[in-house]
C-alpha cells in the first residue's frame, strides 16, 4: 500500500504531474469529507452550541454549578468589571442586554450587570442524549425498519428485473430490440416531476398509497441498471451460451447459472447505487406515505423540522446513524465499482 501511493511517474522523484495528481486528490478528499466529518462533530453538540456563532470546532457545554436557593444548576460565567477586575458569577436570568447574576460564595445576593461584561465559560462535552433521545421521542426504529425494508426488497427487485431485461436485450436477436434499448435509455431524460402525477395516480389505482409496496414497486426498473448490466453483458461470449443451449440447458438457467454469476462485478455495481438510490429517497415516499408508522428515515427526519424550529441536534444525530449502512454497504463493495463500471463500457 506504502508503495502504490508513494509512487512516481520518474523513479525516484516527482514530476509537475505527480503534484498535480497528490493536490487534485488531496482537494477532492477535503471536498467530501470536511462536511462528513462536521456533520459528525455537530451531532454531538448540545442545541445551543450548534446555533452559536461564531461555531465552534470542538464539542462543548456550558459549564454549570449548584447554587444555594435555586431550583435548577445555573450557568457559569466570567464578568470583567470596568476596572479590569474580573469575578466568576452564576446567570440566573437574562432580559434584552441586562443579566441578574449571583455569586455562588454569596448566593443570597442577585445583581445586575450588563451582558457585555459578561463571557461564558464551556467545557468538551459529548452530547450522547442526540442519538438516544430521538429514538424514545420519534420512533426511529420503525422508520429505520422500513427504510431497510424498502430497501432490501427493492435492490433485489431491480437486479433480478433489470438483469432479465439487460440479458434479452443483449443475448437474443429480435426486431426492434434497438428501438427497445433506445426508448428505454429515453427515459432517463424524464425527471420525476413530470410523471410524479400520473404515476401516483397508477399506485392509487393499485391501492398501494400509504404503502410500502407502493414505494417499491414503482421504482424498481431503472433505465441506469438495464444499460450497466447490458453492456456488461456484451462482453460474455455467445459461444458459452450456445454450448449451453446444446447440452439442453433451459433459457433460465442459462440466465441464472451462466450469465449472473458472470456478472457478479456488475450487479455489486447497480447493488451499491439501488442501495443509495432506496436509502436516500426522500421525494417518492413523501408522496405516496401518510402514515407515521409507514415513514422511512428521510421523512422521520424532515419530522424533527418544525413550522418555527428546526432540532437540527438531533437531525445531524440521526443524519449520521442513516450514512452508517449504506458507508458499510459501499466498503463491502468498492473493489466491484472499478471492474464494473470499465467492464460494462466494453463491447
Known sequence: MIAFLTRTRQKGRMDLADWLAW?????????????????????????????????????????????EGQAKPLSVWIR????????????????????????????????????????????????????????????????LWNTVFVTLVATALTLFLNSL????????????????????LSTMMIPLSVIMVPAFMVIVGLNLADNLWGVILSTVSTPTGVFLLRQYMLTIPDDLIEAARVDA???????????????????????????????????????????????????????????????WHYILAMTVVTLLPVTVVFLFLQKYITEGVASSGVK
Open 165 to 184: 431485461t439487460a440479458f434479452a436485450l443483449s443475448k437474443y436477436r429480435f426486431a426492434g430490440r434497438n428501438a427497445v434499448f433506445a426508448l428505454i
Open 80 to 143: 470583567k468589571a470596568p476596572d479590569g477586575s474580573e469575578q466568576t458569577v452564576a446567570l440566573v436570568r437574562r432580559i434584552g442586554l441586562s443579566a441578574t447574576v449571583v455569586d455562588p460564595a454569596k448566593p443570597q445576593e442577585t445583581f445586575r450587570v450588563p451582558v457585555s461584561e459578561l463571557s461564558q465559560l464551556k467545557e468538551f462535552h459529548l452530547q450522547w442524549s442526540n442519538y438516544t433521545e430521538p429514538l424514545k421521542q420519534f420512533n426511529f426504529l420503525r422508520y
Open 249 to 311: 440447458a433451459s433459457e433460465f438457467r442459462i440466465y441464472w447459472r451462466i450469465v449472473l454469476p458472470l456478472c457478479a462485478p456488475a450487479l455489486a455495481v447497480l447493488a451499491i447505487f439501488s442501495v443509495i438510490w432506496r436509502w436516500n429517497d426522500f421525494l417518492w415516499p413523501l408522496i405516496v406515505l401518510s402514515s407515521p408508522d409507514n415513514y422511512t428515515l428521510q421523512i422521520g427526519l424532515n419530522s424533527l423540522q418544525g413550522q418555527f424550529n428546526v432540532q
Open 23 to 67: 493536490g487534485w486528490a488531496i482537494l477532492g478528499t477535503l471536498v467530501v469529507a470536511i462536511p462528513v466529518a462536521w456533520a459528525v462533530i455537530s451531532s454531538l453538540k448540545t442545541e445551543a452550541e450548534i446555533n452559536s456563532f461564531p461555531p465552534a470546532l470542538v464539542p462543548r457545554a456550558a459549564q454549570t454549578i449548584t447554587v
